[in-house]
T-cell receptor, first 116, second 115 residues
């Protein structure tokens, strides 16, 4: 069963709009972290947000934030004031600590197109 | 700056040929990983390593081997490449200490086309 679920495979928005990308996850581990990554056209995978369940999100940029609902096992990425450069593929990821066998699991990604 | 470097960036291989994808990291991370990323899928784990000399099977290891000769280097080997292995391959290093043990650094990917 997939551990990280991103509902949208693709979406498009207009420049200046606000976007929320949803992600749900499944874990039975006590220690886990959640991430949002952006995959750039250059191939680079950029870390946007790391959310630890017990702490406040570490924001990569002022325009990125998360809505984290631990009880619902949900973490949404919010991008305010979209810009064309925000176009790219966004991955939600779950990292679990498992007795020295740490693993990270990725959602299928959401391709975002921002139109000028 | 600490980094993960993959080579080659692009590769065209013939079916049945041997392909080696290389990865070098300067993060001094213990753990290294090989993923493939295909349309409609997230990054799927092929092989990983906890340190020099160790390799472990990930979720989709069939058709792939891995080698970790040193802390810095981790290779992915396709002994007999097939068109189904056409994909984008990512290497990552991870496993700092404390709060950083979930930090991952990704390479820029290798685009492999098997014809």
């Amino acid at each position: 069963a997939q551990k990280v679920i991103q509902v949208w495979s693709t979406t498009s928005r207009q420049e200046g709009e606000k976007l929320t990308l949803d992600c749900s996850y499944k874990t039975s581990q006590v220690l886990y972290h959640l991430f949002w990554y952006k995959h750039l056209l250059s191939g680079e995978m950029v870390l946007l947000i790391r959310q630890m369940p017990s702490t406040i999100a570490i924001e990569r940029s002022g325009r990125y934030s998360v809505v984290f609902q631990k009880s619902r096992k949900s973490i949404s990425l919010v991008i305010s004031t979209l810009q064309p450069d925000d176009s790219g593929k966004y991955f939600c990821a779950l990292w679990e600590r498992r007795n020295n066998n740490n693993r990270i699991f990725f959602g299928d990604g959401t391709q975002l197109v921002v139109k000028p | 700056e600490a980094a993960v470097t993959q080579s080659p960036r692009n590769k065209v291989a013939v079916t049945g040929g041997k392909v080696t994808l290389s990865c070098n990291q300067t993060n001094n991370h213990n753990n290294m990983y090989w993923y493939r990323q295909d349309t409609g899928h997230g990054l799927r784990l092929i092989h990983y390593s906890y340190g020099a000399g160790s390799t472990e099977k990930g979720d989709i290891p069939d058709g792939y081997k891995a080698s970790r000769p040193s802390q810095e280097n981790f290779s992915l080997i396709l002994e007999l490449a097939t068109p189904s292995q056409t994909s984008v391959y990512f290497c990552a290093s991870g496993g700092g200490t404390g709060i950083l043990d979930s930090d991952y650094t990704f390479g820029s990917g290798t685009r492999l086309l098997v014809i």
